[in-house]
């Protein structure tokens, strides 16, 4: 039995790497800290974007624009001032950061990102939200990361079989998982439908913090 919910993270993590998935644990969101963040990541991809190493960081602004410019042909500059409700030098500022990121393409007043398949390596991201107790309270919690996320699931330890019926059955409701895991082996892991990965600056922060190093992938 775990004692501590880190415990349990990390039994879990440990029994679902054999998957080649990616994980970060307690990642800032505007909604809380998810305990973990389930990657699926094209690692080829994202060892070509390691090795152009000397680069400004992204900022937060940075990924509102990346955001926004996804999907979009050529923008002109006052478009994105506007919808994003941006002033002229922070946009100049963070365009010029772009730039150098080698991720946009500028033709005069007019913007366009460059290609996704060069860019995005996060092909999936899952949120797990992990309690040993209380398991209604966190199920309202993986259903917040639900904005952001392929699939949010709860994690819990090994319970009797009527309280792991009825958390499946609220989950399931509020369309979210649930996995659990022992200290062997992941019991089982429920899931509901999966949605698209969800264009938002969050994910844009992930990819790029990933590449920046301010995000431990494991």
């Avoid at 624009?65 to 979009?72: A, C, D, F, H, N």
């Avoid at 100049?92 to 390596?121: H, P, T």
Wanted: hydrophobic share 40%; aromatic share 10%.
């Amino acid at each position: 039995m775990f004692l501590t919910e880190f415990e349990l993270v990390d039994s879990f993590i440990k029994f679902s790497k054999k998957n080649k998935k990616f994980y970060i644990r307690e990642l800032p969101t505007n909604f809380g800290r998810p305990d973990i963040i389930e990657l699926s990541i094209n690692t080829s991809l994202l060892e070509k974007r390691l090795l152009n190493s000397n680069i400004p960081h992204i900022q937060r602004v940075d990924t509102y624009i990346l955001s926004y410019l996804k999907g979009k042909s050529y923008v002109k500059k006052e478009t994105v001032l506007r919808n994003l409700n941006l002033e002229l030098p922070i946009l100049n500022s963070s365009l010029s950061r772009l730039m150098n990121r080698d991720m946009i393409d500028i033709d005069g007043n007019l913007i366009k990102l460059k290609s996704i398949n060069d860019l995005l390596f996060i092909s999936s991201l899952s949120v797990y939200e992990a309690k040993l107790t209380n398991w209604k309270y966190v199920i309202e919690q993986a259903e917040r990361h639900l904005w952001f996320s392929n699939q949010s699931f709860i994690l819990l330890p090994e319970l009797s079989e009527d309280i792991q019926q009825k958390a499946k059955e609220l989950a399931h409701r509020r369309g979210v998982g649930v996995a659990v895991t022992s200290n062997h082996k992941i019991i089982f892991k429920t899931k509901n439908r999966k949605n698209k990965l969800i264009n938002t600056p969050l994910l844009w922060e992930i990819n790029e913090g990933i590449v920046d190093g301010k995000f431990k992938i494991e």
